[in-house]
T-cell receptor, first 111, second 112 residues
């Protein structure tokens, strides 16, 4: 059974600092890995999707890396802003489209 | 496009009652799924469907039924609600060639 772990569970940084969020998974036989953002009381919004054959994906200030062999992914958010405050979820996808989620990292960016 | 819609947003049930959580998508996605989210835990897969007429169980299917009569709709039925089913329920859909999963806004269910 795939286990996904996100450390730390919570993170508080001053505005402008770079954010580094970690995700680890136990089974390297994955189809893709996705990072989601969840605002309080809301649904999930997909941020980045990395296919198993890729090493990284970038979108604006966001960059996600994938090291499948070591079972790790890292989400970098450059120059954080208060609007980046949210919970970030990592999800590993098997080839049957089932997602295994981590518990998330709750980020607070202080103005 | 409305994306993925879910109704109701909030629901309170008494133990033993039944109800249906509605989910619809207008993106013509083949794959749809239901997850539950509990505090301190990741989302867990309840049931999923790869197309109309095809459903299968996920990680935590007990106490729930699904059907998929059309591509657009994927309702989740609670047969006899229990307090352990108090949770936030999310429906998701994905196009099988793009892989990105789109989530609905969720239904917050409380079972007393």
């Amino acid at each position: 059974k795939q286990e996904v772990t996100q450390i730390p569970a919570a993170l508080s940084v001053p505005e402008g600092e770079n954010l580094v969020l970690n995700c680890s998974f136990t089974d390297s036989a994955i189809y893709n890995l996705q990072w989601f953002r969840q605002d309080p009381g809301k649904g999930l919004t997909s941020l980045l999707l990395i296919q198993s054959s890729q090493r990284e994906q970038t979108s604006g200030r966001l960059n996600a890396s994938l090291d499948k062999s070591s079972g790790r992914s890292t989400l970098y958010i450059a120059a954080s802003q208060p609007g980046d405050s949210a919970t970030y979820l990592c999800a590993v996808c098997a080839d049957d489209y089932k997602l295994s989620f981590g518990a998330g990292t709750t980020v607070t960016v202080r103005a | 496009n409305a994306g993925v819609t879910q109704t109701p947003k909030f629901q309170v049930l008494k133990t033993g009652q039944s109800m249906t959580l509605q989910c619809a998508q207008d993106m013509n996605h083949e794959y749809m799924s239901w997850y539950r989210q509990d505090p301190g835990m990741g989302l867990r897969l309840i049931h999923y469907s790869v197309g109309a007429g095809i459903t299968d169980q996920g990680e935590v299917p007990n106490g729930y039924n699904v059907s998929r009569s059309t591509t657009e709709d994927f309702p989740l039925r609670l047969l006899s609600a229990a307090p352990s089913q108090t949770s936030v329920y999310f429906c998701a859909s994905t196009h099988l060639t793009t892989d990105t999963q789109y989530f609905g806004p969720g239904t917050r269910l409380t079972v007393l």
